[in-house]
């Protein structure tokens, strides 16, 4: 049986980018396999508990604007469901 995935978008700022590109290069692999991996890495470093993320989120820049901004857009109806999302 295939392995379900999801595909994301993520927009790094520029330094993060370079520093990516310049990883990928030397491993010669994609930038996108490198994130890919860095991710998938990261996510099951991460621990879920509440007071955990908390601290996490607050270590993002702008992470938490971007929740209420998407708050807003959920209720003003600017949203996709999740499982239609992935159809396409």
Do not use: K
């Given at each position: 049986m295939a392995e379900e995935s999801i595909r994301?978008?993520?927009?790094?700022?520029?330094e993060q980018g370079e520093k990516l590109s310049r990883i990928?290069?030397?491993a010669h692999?994609?930038?996108?396999?490198?994130?890919?991996?860095l991710l998938s890495q990261a996510i099951e470093a991460?621990?879920?508990d509440a007071p955990s993320l908390l601290a996490l989120l607050d270590r993002i820049p702008g992470a938490w604007e971007r929740?209420?901004?998407g708050v807003a857009d959920a209720r003003a109806g600017r949203t996709v469901p999740f499982a239609r999302s992935r159809e396409a």
């Open positions: 994301l978008n993520v927009t790094l700022p520029a990928a290069a030397r692999v994609r930038e996108g396999t490198l994130a890919s991996s991460a621990d879920p929740i209420g901004a």
